[in-house]
Structure formats: structure tokens, C-alpha cells
């Protein structure tokens, strides 16, 4: 597709900033959101979006799914909701042979909503069709499209009648990112834009074969082993009462993260250089994605939460 990697590294990095301009017509303000989105559907992870109801989780995903050119779909997660509500289900057909019929994961985007609301047996089989990237249906197996990308939100306020993901299946998204509320002149922006007629004309910026391509890409670009080093070594940190714990592991956590924290840091470091036209990543491009690759893997003990430090304190500690 393109002559050398350096000429699809200036590519990537241009699609980059063209998909942030088209989606911000329609998303203002949540730029690191996004940014961390685009990360990890070019680095071929799942990510996992935390805050209050509101803040146009939604519509940014759908947003993205339209800029990229791919087909999405939108679960609601609810407490009935069945594992076959969502990977699809046999059904007899008029001939009296079975025939199995593709439930909503058989898309590029799915928006899990609302994760925490559905029991353990249907987040399982989500996060199995994550990590498998196939639906196993009566003994036979159904591929998923390629890309494939999950986007759950979660809810953090209203825990009663919640089901929050064990930190085992916390561990498939490579990402866990926080969205906070708008600035006052966003705000303003939102408000103005959202409450006219206003209609906005999104263009497709690149399609399925690219992004395929760009995932590749993501991973061929070569990295120094000082910066692996380190990436792994970060997480060493986290691990108390192992060799190359920090003290504040020690003293404040009760779990740290496992291996897939250091492939995901690799991999988003990778991706990071990458949009800004970096041909090789840096310490500075795994600091840039440790947050949020750290944030969901490791578990604070009673000591922590009683001093009230969070886990965005400790990562800052770490890094």
C-alpha cells in the first residue's frame, strides 16, 4: 500500500489527525478520550469508558464507527439480558434444520453499554467473543468481522443492582479510561450546538482494509530494548512483595498487574509515536499510555483507601 514504513508511518499519523478533526464536529472537548480510542482500535485492543451518565460516550463511538467507515452495533446491557441476546441463537427454520441466526457482536464497532448491569454469565460470553474474536454456536464456530472492536462503558455512581467485572476480565481491555465533564466554554459549546438545527456532515476518512493495515503497521515498527525494559519493569513495580516492587506497592496495593499490562504498554507506546510521526517509541511514549493501560490492573488495599489515595496517585508515584 505504501512504498517504505516511514511513508505509512506519516500516513497513520495523518489519518490520526484527520479522524480528530471529523469527529470533533460533533464530540467537543473530550480529546484524550478519543485519542485513547484511536489508540487502541489502531493497536487492536478493547477499551473500557468510566463516567456519569451523559457525556456522549455514546455518541462518540457512533461518531468513530462513521468516520472509520464500519458497521456497529449498540448492546444495552440490562439485568435479563441472555448470552444468546448477544451472540446470536439456532432457530428451526421452515425446512426443520436449524439455522443459527448472528446476534448483534457480529459487527466492526459494539458498544457495550452499561456493562456492570448484566449478570457474570453474559459479560462471559462478550468477553469471550473479545478475546476469541469468534462465536461458538451448537459446537460450531462463526468468525468475527475484521476489525473487530469492543467499546463498554461503564457507570460509576449507581452500584445498587451492578454486577462490576471481576479483575480477570478487566484485564482483556487494553485500556480503561476516565471521562470527566466539560469545560465552562464547552460546555457553552455543546449546549449551542446540540440545541439548534444545526446538522453536521461527517466524512468517511479511511475504511476496514486501512485500519487492518495500520494495526500491522503498529506492530512492525521497531521499538529499543531499554524502552521494553522498561515498560516492563513499570510493571514489576506494581507487584507487592515481588523483586523490583516499588514501596508504594508494597504499602498500598494488594494486586499488581500481569503480563498483558507490559504487551499493552509496548503495543500503545508503539501507536503513540506512531500518530506523532515517531518512527521508533520512546520511555516518554509508554509514560503517555501507562495510565490508563495500569488503572484497571491493579487492586488498592484497605490501607490505601482508608488514606484516600487513589489509583491515579499510585501510577503517578510509579512512574
Request: aromatic share 6%; charged share 20%; net charge negative.
Given at each position: 500500500m505504501y512504498k517504505s514504513e516511514v511513508e505509512a508511518v506519516a500516513a497513520l499519523a495523518e489519518s490520526y489527525q484527520e479522524i480528530t478533526k471529523e469527529v470533533g464536529k460533533v464530540i467537543i472537548g473530550q480529546d484524550e478520550v478519543l485519542k485513547a480510542v484511536l489508540i487502541s482500535i489502531f493497536s487492536n485492543g478493547h477499551c473500557l469508558l468510566v463516567g456519569v451518565p451523559g457525556l456522549a460516550k455514546t455518541l462518540l463511538v457512533q461518531t468513530i464507527?462513521?468516520?472509520?467507515?464500519?458497521?456497529?452495533?449498540?448492546?444495552?446491557?440490562?439485568?435479563?439480558?441472555?448470552?444468546?441476546?448477544?451472540?446470536g441463537s439456532e432457530i428451526l427454520d421452515e425446512n426443520r434444520t436449524f439455522k443459527f441466526i448472528k446476534g448483534p457482536i457480529f459487527s466492526n464497532i459494539i458498544?457495550?453499554?452499561?456493562?456492570?448491569?448484566?449478570?457474570?454469565?453474559?459479560?462471559?460470553?462478550?468477553?469471550?467473543?473479545?478475546?476469541e474474536r469468534a462465536v461458538t454456536a451448537a459446537g460450531v464456530h462463526h468468525s468475527l468481522p475484521s476489525p473487530f472492536f469492543v467499546l463498554a462503558t461503564q457507570n460509576p455512581i449507581e452500584q445498587e443492582g451492578t454486577y462490576?467485572?471481576?479483575?480477570?476480565?478487566?484485564d482483556r481491555f487494553m485500556f480503561n479510561v476516565w471521562l470527566d465533564y466539560p469545560s465552562f466554554e464547552q460546555e457553552l459549546n455543546i449546549v449551542k450546538n446540540t440545541t439548534s438545527n444545526k446538522v453536521v456532515d461527517l466524512k468517511k476518512i479511511i475504511n476496514a482494509a486501512q485500519i487492518l493495515y495500520f494495526q500491522k503497521l503498529v506492530r512492525s515498527?521497531?521499538?529499543?530494548?531499554?524502552?521494553?525494559?522498561?515498560?516492563?519493569?513499570?510493571?514489576?513495580?506494581?507487584?507487592?512483595?515481588?523483586?523490583?516492587?516499588?514501596?508504594?506497592?508494597?504499602?498500598?496495593?494488594?494486586?499488581g498487574a500481569g503480563p498483558r499490562a507490559s504487551q499493552f504498554l509496548v503495543l500503545g507506546a508503539k501507536c503513540h509515536a506512531a500518530i506523532h510521526q515517531k518512527f521508533s517509541p520512546d520511555i516518554e511514549d509508554v509514560k503517555a499510555v501507562a495510565t490508563a493501560v495500569l488503572r484497571h490492573r491493579i487492586v488498592r488495599n484497605y490501607k490505601a483507601e482508608a488514606e484516600g489515595i487513589s489509583v491515579e496517585a499510585i501510577i503517578e508515584k510509579l512512574l
Open positions: 464507527a462513521q468516520v472509520l467507515d464500519l458497521s456497529y452495533n449498540r448492546i444495552q446491557f440490562t439485568p435479563d439480558l441472555m448470552p444468546s441476546d448477544i451472540t458498544l457495550a453499554d452499561e456493562i456492570n448491569r448484566t449478570p457474570p454469565k453474559t459479560q462471559a460470553a462478550l468477553l469471550e467473543s473479545m478475546q462490576p467485572l471481576p479483575e480477570a476480565q478487566l515498527i521497531p521499538i529499543a530494548d531499554n524502552v521494553i525494559e522498561y515498560a516492563v519493569s513499570l510493571v514489576a513495580k506494581t507487584r507487592p512483595g515481588r523483586v523490583g516492587a516499588s514501596p508504594e506497592a508494597d504499602k498500598y496495593l494488594s494486586w
